[in-house]
């Protein structure tokens, strides 16, 4: 049989990264393709080549038997392949179907777009109202719009960049059971993720690629996780080990009756929040995004400041009208969830975005300059402690993969010892070798006494490092359980809102 | 034909660019002076070459370059963080007639202290016109653009007022102008014969702080951080509203000085008109000079060129006030024309 899509000799090479190289590979119609890879490995180049966001320097692209080039996405699309980005591109005081018109040929776009939406969107059980505004979406939905987007151009090749990163469990078996529709209709997908267990679950062949080279194939239902993590990594996976559970420590961070109204008006309010946070334990919140982790979050680091400085209590002092400075010089750090533009400057050097969050309990400043010699000096102790993978400390951030610049940024804050450690999506599009690193990491500062918060979507994660879980639902926090008395399941249901549901039910009855 | 991003953003050319935007100027400006009937090379050497081709001229290079490297430095500080002054003509202006207040009220006294005097109290009016955009933007979010380009024509309005009122000399029959200032207000010279005074070795002062400052110090990089990435700076805790005023203070106490510099130096008395625009022109100074203490300096020089070739070549062969105007005009077009073309390329379709 033919294949629908080839990929003969494929090369791109960025100034100092060869990001793919001599990359040969088949797709079939129909068939569900993995494509597997450490951070950096090239998986993101090479769909883009598909895509036509980027082109390649040397190579062929076969499409049904004859060569293409695909130079510009709408190529791509006019050709039938249709991209899912990871980072959903939609304006939030638009509705459903005004989204979808903007990203679709004209004529498609025409009158009758409402019942085409609706249409696909029942038949592929991806139910959607076009006439709602995307604000008042979840991220469930959203990404449902965009698939819709993509199935309305009849795709014969979809390509998924890391679809369940932002779905509950619930959820993300509603998508493969859409996914394996499509590809009992012949539709072929390439798909992406760093969640080696649904890939097994869901994919019949995986390709795997290593510093921009594909390394082997293989069909990952005959595979288990490790063995597909260690082809990715060419070597043993290590996988975190938790200490022996010792007494919690004294409380170290406590947070009573937060409640706000969003700045945003997009944003979501907080209502009640109340947690403690002991020194040697770790706690997960777990939540679909959008449910209050970043307002939380800007909270909490003193991004923004609350109306009551004992709302908020570090190391028993009140800090709740501190802002970043004052709250890491009392012993907090804290990573959020961007990495580009929030956690580090992209167009600064490593050494600099070390300085960024270091200056102040690292001694970095004398007279208000900056001592650049011990500015290199932790940034490279990062660097090397968290094998941190860059040609050097005078490099950009934007120069790092994503994967390695997350390394980066939590081993920063974990550098200078904190007190209390906050951290939004610790492992967010890391590959499992640098996950299991930074999960350890955390660990072991955890052992070491301090406080860990570790603000999640990946509920792997959370179980795989906390002491004790609760979940963060339209800006209210669940109660934490220990993790050993809870389950995924039951955890996911929360996270859907299904306590909520059940609260406002009894309230009615009351 | 489209226009497309490119993906990877040429460290070189960033640096080249200013270079050659300035060729680009000189070779549209052949064509510009042929079409005019000149004798293009000739023009073009009583334009950029003939100029500076005494010591005289190059003194005058650097009494014409003064202001514009002050104030250029002052703004550069404010445009790396995204806070856009375009005020600092009036600023210049009210710190101008600030010094120049002092130096008129003690217009009879010879004190090695009038001069230094002078000059703070102008930065201290520069700063105090500035004041009102950074108030207006810190606390009602009132977009700076508008407010301080408005606010220069109130500050002209305000020497204009004064000129033909309080600050008028007594003997003058009339004129608006103020009296001559005696010699302990006005700046010493530094090649005597010349007009060259000591406001260069002020601008060269300044430019040597400021590279330390933006590269080294805390507030240099403060300021780098906001401008690049907003959120990173409130991340690192950084206050944005703490920058926005610092710039505005540079900014204005540069600009102000640069006003008392002109009154106490060139002019040697307070005139309806103090600037030709030098805080206008100072805008294209720190973008030709990629916002950098060392490259506004030779922009500045670049500029001050531009003024001394306009104003002989409508000594020596009759061309208009308008050809300095558009010279610089030139230049920067050239010059964005050339980002554009370093961030995006051209794809014919």
Request: charged letters at 15%; aromatic letters at 6%.
């Amino acid at each position: 049989m033919q294949p629908l899509l080839s990929l003969r000799k494929l090369r791109k090479e960025f100034p100092g990264c060869l990001a793919n190289d001599d990359v040969d590979l088949d797709v079939m119609a129909g068939e569900i393709h993995a494509l597997l890879g450490e951070n950096g490995a090239g998986k993101s180049t090479l769909v883009k080549m598909i895509y036509g966001v980027l082109n390649p320097d040397n190579g062929d692209m076969i499409w049904n038997g004859k060569p293409v080039g695909i130079e510009t996405p709408s190529a791509a699309r006019s050709l039938g392949i249709g991209m899912v980005f990871q980072h959903f591109s939609l304006f939030e005081a638009l509705t459903v179907s005004e989204n979808i018109s903007l990203g679709i040929p004209t004529d498609l776009a025409g009158p009758g777009l409402d019942e085409r939406i609706v249409e696909v969107s029942k038949s592929y059980g991806l139910p959607l109202d076009p006439q709602r505004e995307i604000h008042s979406l979840s991220v469930g939905e959203r990404q449902r719009i965009e698939i819709v987007r993509c199935l309305l151009q009849n795709p014969k090749l979809l390509i998924m960049d890391e679809p369940t990163s932002v779905l509950t469990p619930q959820e993300a078996d509603k998508l493969f059971e859409t996914l394996k529709r499509l590809s009992s209709e012949g539709v072929a997908i390439l798909y992406i993720s760093h969640r080696l267990e649904e890939i097994r679950e869901l994919c019949h062949k995986a390709t795997i690629l290593r510093l921009g080279r594909v390394v082997s194939d293989c069909d990952p239902s005959r595979e288990t996780a490790r063995s597909l993590a260690e082809m990715m990594m060419g070597s043993d996976l290590t996988l975190p080990e938790k200490s022996v559970v010792n007494e919690p420590g004294p409380v170290r961070f406590t947070v009573t009756g937060l409640s706000t109204l969003p700045k945003d008006p997009f944003g979501v309010p907080l209502k009640n929040i109340s947690f403690d946070l002991h020194g040697g334990e770790i706690l997960g919140i777990a939540g679909l995004a959008g449910n209050g982790q970043t307002e939380l979050m800007d909270l909490l680091s003193g991004e923004n400041l609350c109306d009551q400085a004992d709302v908020i209590v570090l190391e028993n002092q009140p800090v709740g009208s501190l802002g970043p400075t004052g709250r890491r010089n009392l012993g907090l750090g804290f990573v959020p969830e961007e990495r580009l533009g929030h956690g580090a400057v992209p167009d600064m050097t490593l050494w600099e975005n070390g300085f960024l969050s270091a200056m102040g309990r690292q001694n970095l400043l004398r007279n208000g300059f900056i001592k650049v010699g011990k500015s290199v000096d932790f940034a490279v102790s990062v660097v090397h402690r968290f094998k941190v993978k860059t040609a050097g400390v005078d490099h950009n951030a934007s120069s790092l993969s994503g994967g390695n610049l997350q390394k980066f940024i939590v081993g920063r804050e974990i550098e200078q010892n904190p007190q209390v450690l906050i951290v939004l999506q610790p492992t967010w599009g890391v590959d499992a070798g640098s996950a299991a690193a930074i999960h350890q990491e955390l660990m072991d500062l955890s052992a070491n006494g301090t406080a860990v918060l570790v603000i999640s979507q990946d509920l792997d994660e959370l179980f795989a490092v906390s002491d004790r879980i609760s979940v963060i639902c339209e800006g209210r926090l669940s109660d934490a359980t220990p993790a050993s008395e809870t389950t995924v399941e039951q955890i996911g249901l929360l996270m859907g809102g299904l306590d909520h549901a059940d609260q406002s039910l009894e309230n009615a009855a009351s | 034909m489209r226009i497309e991003a490119r993906t990877e953003i040429s460290k070189p050319m960033i640096y080249a660019a200013p270079i050659v935007a300035v060729v680009l100027t000189m070779l549209a400006g052949i064509v510009l002076f042929e079409i005019m009937g000149h004798d293009p090379f000739q023009a073009l050497h009583t334009f950029f070459v003939a100029p500076v081709s005494s010591l005289d001229g190059l003194a005058e290079l650097g009494v014409k370059g003064t202001p514009l490297i002050l104030i250029a430095v002052g703004l550069s500080f404010g445009f790396r963080a995204n806070v856009w002054n375009i005020g600092a003509e009036g600023q210049l202006t009210i710190g101008g007639l600030a010094g120049g207040a002092l130096a008129l009220a003690f217009y009879d006294v010879d004190s090695p202290f009038l001069l230094p005097g002078m000059l703070v109290v102008a930065a201290l009016g520069g700063m105090a016109w500035a004041a009102i955009p950074a108030f207006l933007k810190t606390r009602f979010n009132a977009n700076e653009i508008l407010t301080s380009l408005m606010l220069t024509y109130v500050g002209l309005l305000v020497l204009s007022m004064l000129i033909h009122g309080p600050m008028k000399d007594p003997d003058g029959m009339n004129f608006p102008e103020s009296r001559l200032f005696h010699d302990a207000a006005l700046l010493p010279h530094m090649i005597e014969g010349t007009r060259l005074h000591i406001g260069f070795l002020i601008a060269i002062a300044v430019v040597a702080t400021a590279w330390i400052v933006l590269g080294r110090h805390i507030i240099g990089f403060q300021i780098r951080v906001l401008g690049m990435a907003p959120r990173a700076a409130s991340f690192a805790g950084f206050s944005h509203n703490k920058i926005v005023w610092l710039s505005f203070m540079v900014a204005g106490a540069a600009a102000g000085v640069a006003g008392i510099l002109e009154i106490a130096g060139p002019l040697g008395q307070v005139v309806p008109v103090i600037s030709p625009g030098y805080g206008f022109t100072a805008i294209i100074v720190a973008f030709v000079g990629r916002l950098h203490p060392v490259g506004i300096f030779f922009a500045g020089l670049v500029m001050a060129l531009s003024y001394l070739g306009g104003e002989n070549a409508q000594i020596e062969m009759n061309m208009p006030n308008a050809v300095t105007g558009v010279f610089q005009g030139m230049l920067l077009f050239f010059l964005l024309g050339c980002d554009v073309l370093i961030k995006y390329r051209l794809r014919l379709t």
